[in-house]
C-alpha cells in the first residue's frame, strides 16, 4: 500500500470512530430524578419566595418540597396554590387527595410572572 492509501485509511478509521462516541454521547437516556443532586429542600412557601427574587437561578434544579394540595387535576397537582406539578407516569396520582401533606422532588421548569405560579416535572412523591 502507497503512504496516501494508509493516510486516507487512517483518517476513515478516526472519522468512524468519532462518529460511533458523538452517537453514542447523544443517544443515551437522560438521568432519572431519583439519581440528580437536589439543589433546594424546604417547603413550598419558603421555596416560592426565593424564586421570586430570581428566577434563572433556579431554572432546570431540582428541588424537594413539601407542602398541602389545594388541586389534583390527574396529570398533576397544585401544591400550596402556586406551584404546578406534572408527575412521572409511572406515579399514580389519583390516590393523592386535596388538603394532604405532601413532600415531592422535581425539576424547575417554568415560572410564570403573571399568574405567579412554578411548574415542576418529573415529579416524584417523597417518603
Request: charged letters at 25%.
Amino acid at each position: 500500500m502507497s503512504k496516501k492509501s494508509k493516510i486516507i485509511i487512517a483518517l476513515l478509521v478516526i472519522i468512524a470512530i468519532s462518529v460511533v462516541v458523538v452517537y453514542q454521547y447523544s443517544m443515551r437516556p437522560p438521568t432519572k430524578i431519583e439519581a440528580k443532586k437536589v439543589d433546594f429542600t424546604g417547603t413550598s412557601d419558603a421555596f416560592l419566595s426565593k424564586v421570586k427574587e430570581d428566577f434563572s437561578v433556579w431554572q432546570d434544579k431540582v428541588v424537594v418540597l413539601s407542602g398541602s394540595i389545594t388541586n389534583n387535576d390527574g396529570k398533576g397537582i397544585t401544591l400550596s396554590s402556586q406551584i404546578y406539578c406534572q408527575f412521572r407516569e409511572d406515579v399514580d396520582i389519583k390516590a393523592i387527595q386535596n388538603n394532604q401533606e405532601i413532600k415531592i422532588k422535581g425539576r424547575v421548569i417554568g415560572y410564570d410572572d403573571l399568574l405567579e405560579e412554578l411548574k415542576l416535572d418529573q415529579c416524584i412523591i417523597q417518603q
